[in-house]
């Protein structure tokens, strides 16, 4: 049986815990000996979801985000779950450059970075119930 593993964090929708939440899933996926691109990749995977959630799912407003982590094998999954506002239609806002918040500097890329970094990307959303991400990502596949 292959290797496998599980963490769950809760933290506070504030933008500190955006650098927290990048640390902590570093720290998790070490345990599968990544290389500094694939760390760097999940890292920045990882934190375009959780500001998402601050800015977009809670909109400033302070709640809990989840952050859960599975390891199995070689696959890594993440998933970054908040309660917020939820997503209208899901396939318009995963098309690159489309933001709701072209005012707020935003560019409409996170969903795109996302995708790009990791190997899978499935979004479940529900207006008014919040927001689920799941990513996946195979490391050291090619060791
Ligand atoms: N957790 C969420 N809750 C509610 N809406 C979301 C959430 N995540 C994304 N969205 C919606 O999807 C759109 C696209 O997200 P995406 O991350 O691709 O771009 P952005 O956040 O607008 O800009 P950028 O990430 O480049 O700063 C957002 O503008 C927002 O409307
Ligand atoms: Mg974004």
Do not use: C
């Not at 650098?19 to 990544?34: E, G, K, W």
């Not at 696959?75 to 396939?91: M, P």
């Amino acid at each position: 049986m292959s290797y496998s593993n599980k963490m769950e964090l809760k933290f506070l929708s504030k933008s500190q815990n955006e650098s927290f939440a990048r640390t902590v899933i570093a720290a998790f996926a070490a345990q599968l000996d990544p290389t500094v691109e694939e760390i760097a990749d999940i890292k920045t995977a990882v934190s375009e979801a959780v500001t998402n959630s601050i800015i977009h799912g809670y909109e400033g407003k302070i709640d809990y985000i989840i952050l859960k982590a599975q390891i199995e094998g070689n696959k890594l999954t993440v998933e970054v779950i908040d309660n917020g506002v939820g997503i209208e239609d899901i396939e318009k806002a995963m098309e690159p450059l489309y933001t709701t918040k072209p005012d707020e500097d935003r560019s409409g890329m996170g969903f795109t970075v996302m995708q790009t970094f990791m190997d899978e990307l499935v979004v479940e959303s529900e207006k008014g119930k919040g927001t689920k991400v799941r990513m996946t990502k195979y490391i050291n596949s090619g060791k």
